[in-house]
Each structure stands twice: as C-alpha cells, then as structure tokens.
Nanobody, 123 residues
C-alpha cells in the first residue's frame, strides 16, 4: 500500500527551527514532484514549497523564501522541509504530497497525500 508519513512537527518559539520529514512506503519518491502544503485554522490550504523530480528544482512561497529549504534523500526515500526563523504565522498543519510536476510552490497532478503534522509557533 502506497502512503506518505510526515513527522517532525511540534511547538517551537518564534525564531526557532524545525525539520519536517516526509517518508514514503510502497513507492519511490524520486520519481515524483513533492510538495509541502500547510493549512492554518480558518485559512485556505497553501503550497509552501515544491521540489521537482529529476533535476530537483525547488520552488517556495514568497513568505518562506530564505527561511525554508526543501530537499531529498533518495537513499531514505524521504523529503525534508527545514524551517528556520519560524514566525507565528507559520503555524498550521503541514502535509506532503506526491505529484507529477511543480508550478511555483505547488505540486500538481497529485497521486498521494500524507496525514499531516502540526507545527505551532508560539511563545
């Protein structure tokens, strides 16, 4: 059974860092464009970052550029989202998705979603 599992969320103070992981089972992540989405309470879901398949081009939402980094470890079949200088407005449920291409910070033609991990930035 193909599935994605996120981990690494938690509570962090403003200015802190977290690294989220998205690990696949049942399929190989390096064949897909992997995106991270987030959804805050009362807000629409938004694409935060995307890494393409093949050449690993990366794309970011403007509000996270310079603070977040998306990367792959194909040996571990895992994609990471390193989040630095976190702000309260980064709070939300972060989910990873496997798709066929990135357009800006969004992965499209999606084939699999994870359940999400909560990130809370608060003092």
């Amino acid at each position: 059974q193909s599935q994605l599992v996120e981990s690494g969320g938690g509570l962090v103070q403003p200015g802190g860092s977290l690294r989220l992981s998205c690990t696949a089972s049942g399929f190989t992540l390096d064949r897909y464009a992997i995106g991270w989405f987030r959804q805050a309470p009362g807000k629409e879901r938004e694409g935060v970052a995307c890494i393409s398949s093949g050449v690993d081009m990366t794309y970011y939402l403007d509000s996270v550029k310079g603070r977040f980094t998306i990367s792959r470890d194909n040996a571990k079949n895992t994609v990471y989202l390193q989040m630095n200088s976190l702000k309260p407005e980064d709070t939300g449920v972060y989910s990873c998705v496997a798709g066929h291409y990135c357009s800006d910070s969004v992965s499209y033609d999606q084939v699999s979603w994870g359940q999400g991990t909560q990130v809370t930035v608060s003092s």
